[in-house]
Structure formats: C-alpha cells, structure tokens
C-alpha cells in the first residue's frame, strides 16, 4: 500500500464518521458522563476534552477500517508520545502515522486552529525513538485525521446534575461535525501553534484544511521539512547566538536565494537545542 492508496482510503472512512457520532440534526451524540447512580454530568466545551472524547467514540471505527485494509493499529504508548494512531500495512510493513485533530468554527470560513505536532524532538532527530512509537523517519506518510465542528449556542449548566430521564433536555455542546484526512504537510502554516510550546501550526481556512491547499502543498513536502526542521524562534536564535534567518515563507524563501546556507553549519547545535527544548517541555 502506497501512501496515496492509504490517504485515498483514510478519506473514504473519514467521510462516514460524522454520521457516526452526530444525529440526524447534527448534534453530538454525546451528552455527558454518567456515574453508578445513575446520574448524569455534562461534558464542558473545553477543546481538550472534546478531543479526548472524540477521540475514544472514533476509536471502534478506526479498528474496523484497519481490519478492513489489511492494516494493523497501534496507540501511542504515553500522553505526548506521537502519533495517536499507527497504521502498519501487513502485507508491505509500511508504517503511516495518523494524528487526530479537532478545532471548532470561528466563522463560515475560519477555525480557530490546530497544533500539528513538535517541530522540535523526534521531528528533527528522525532516528530517534523519544517521545514517538517508531522514529519519525520510518513512517512511509505523516497525516492529520481532523474534525471541524461548531459549539452550541446553548449549552447545559455544568455544576448541574441530570437524570437519564432528563437526558432529552441535555443540550449538546457541539454540533455540525466536518471530518477530513490530509498529509500534514499540506495543512501546515509557516508559523508554530498557540502557545509556549513548540509546535507546528495549521491554516485557519476550513478550505485549505479540508481540500489540502496549505502554503506547502504547493512547495512540497521536502521544502515542509526543511522550514521546519530549520525553524527558529527568537530564544533559540538568541541561545545559539545567530540572527534568526527568517520567521515565515516569504524570509525563508529569501534566505534560500541568498544560497548561504548558515543553518546547516549549525545543523547539530540545533538538532540539539530542539532536543534540550522537547526534554524542557515534558518537565
């Protein structure tokens, strides 16, 4: 199975799921958790639990898509560890990481934005098995299975408790699911995620997520990896006492024209600065 094949197959899966986890209406069929007595607690709009749910309710489907392909899955073993799904093709042995993301709409146009994993760690030391299930270099494709939706309007009081008789009257806290499966190149922006951590950041256009027409789709995956791979923020540049060479596309594609390549003289001080950043992160 070529990665083409998969992602083509990944995206004929991804296209049932929102049927699977809304109703007719498109509401989340997801209310809340229940305990032993019964009683019923709604689910708060925070994203991070909305994932995390998503996550567990998509699991069976992705079990089922891997029987189906020949595939064999694989969870990350830690929180952290990357991807969340690993796909290893049985007749092959390719390996296609797959990632889940979620982010609600801000507007008809925009989301508010995923992170897309480090670009620091085991995305620049790619033989490494830190913090991933196989080193990043032996995945034959890197992708994002991502999930759009909207929050209600109306949403349930969470220090309230509900009965299962109430449980028509529970307002869902999200609705109208959009699902769609894209290499993680193609999605990327040039600028890392929201805060302190370092991580790559998506494009906010739902069409440049859902159709794959982010900056690099067109540039490619190699020019993906090397911006990254290379990407500074002031505090790293600052630590290896060089100038930042660029912060986006257009002063990146400048440098690269300029054909003096100061990056790659401090390739291992970087690779190693990323490394210390990732150890900094996980304390």
């Given at each position: 199975m070529t990665p083409e094949e998969f992602l083509q197959k990944l995206q004929e899966e991804a296209a049932t799921f929102a049927k699977a986890v809304a109703?007719?209406?498109?509401?989340?069929?997801?209310?809340?958790?229940?305990?032993?007595?019964?009683?019923?607690?709604?689910?708060?709009?925070?994203?991070k639990i909305i994932s995390k749910v998503l996550e567990l309710l998509l699991f069976p489907m992705f079990v089922e898509f891997a029987k189906g392909n020949g595939?064999?899955?694989?969870?990350?073993?830690?929180?952290?560890?990357y991807p969340d799904l690993t796909f290893?093709?049985?007749?092959?042995?390719?390996?296609?990481?797959?990632?889940?993301?979620?982010?609600?709409?801000?507007?008809?146009?925009?989301?508010?934005?995923?992170?897309?994993?480090?670009?620091?760690?085991?995305?620049?030391?790619?033989d490494s098995?830190?913090?991933?299930?196989?080193?990043?270099?032996?995945?034959?494709?890197?992708?994002?299975?991502?999930?759009?939706?909207?929050?209600?309007?109306?949403?349930?009081?969470?220090?309230?408790?509900?009965?299962?008789?109430?449980?028509?009257?529970i307002p869902s806290v999200v609705q109208h699911f959009q699902f769609f499966a894209q290499p993680k190149y193609r999605i990327a922006s040039s600028r890392p995620g929201s805060g302190n951590t370092k991580n790559i950041g998506s494009v906010i256009k739902i069409a440049e997520l859902v159709n794959g027409t982010g900056p690099f789709s067109s540039l490619g995956e190699e020019v993906y990896d090397d911006y990254w791979m290379f990407y500074l923020t002031r505090d790293m540049a600052q630590?290896?006492?060089?100038?930042?060479?660029?912060?986006?596309?257009?002063?990146?594609?400048?440098?690269?024209?300029?054909?003096?390549?100061?990056?790659?003289?401090?390739?291992?001080?970087?690779?190693?600065?990323?490394?210390?950043?990732?150890?900094?992160?996980?304390?």
């Open positions: 109703t007719n209406e498109g509401e989340w069929i997801i209310k809340g958790f229940i305990d032993v007595y019964r009683r019923i607690y709604t689910i708060s709009v925070d994203t595939l064999k899955i694989d969870l990350c073993p830690q929180q952290n560890f290893t093709h049985e007749a092959s042995g390719r390996k296609f990481a797959v990632d889940i993301k979620s982010t609600y709409r801000t507007s008809d146009t925009y989301v508010n934005g995923m992170t897309l994993g480090a670009f620091t760690g085991y995305f620049r030391k790619r098995n830190k913090n991933t299930l196989f080193p990043y270099n032996q995945y034959a494709g890197h992708f994002v299975l991502g999930v759009i939706y909207s929050k209600c309007d109306e949403v349930a009081d969470e220090r309230k408790q509900f009965t299962l008789e109430d449980l028509p009257k630590t290896l006492s060089i100038e930042r060479p660029y912060s986006n596309l257009k002063t990146y594609l400048e440098y690269k024209k300029r054909g003096v390549d100061t990056l790659r003289a401090h390739e291992q001080e970087i690779v190693q600065l990323a490394e210390d950043e990732a150890s900094k992160a996980e304390e």
